[in-house]
């Protein structure tokens, strides 16, 4: 059996959400106003949702950006001593010489 991927399986789910959406819109006891309301109301609650999961990640991912770009700079500090520390070691060795 051939497996699916993330992206897909997501988009299964999200076509199985619609059409059961849709079915039950048209089987729905309320009327068209308020079905209409309905929809209105949980697209907002949905988009409300989606853009605080935005933020969320992309808070996330700043906070991730801003611990690589400290590691970048210790790693920088590092490096710097190590050079300082190689190029006294090779002006000793050269005078002794």
Do not use: W
Request: charged share 30%.
């Amino acid at each position: 059996m051939a497996r699916c991927s993330l992206t897909a399986g997501i988009g299964y789910f999200v076509a199985g959400v619609t059409v059961g959406a849709g079915v039950a819109l048209l089987l729905a006891p309320k009327t068209g106003e308020q079905t209409r309301k309905l929809i209105a109301k949980k697209a907002g609650e949905g988009k409300d949702y989606f853009n605080a999961k935005g933020r969320e990640v992309r808070a996330h991912a700043e906070e991730l950006v801003g611990k690589g770009r400290e590691i970048v700079a210790k790693q920088r500090e590092r490096l710097a001593e190590v050079l300082e520390t190689g190029k006294e070691a090779a002006k000793s060795t050269l005078s002794i010489v």
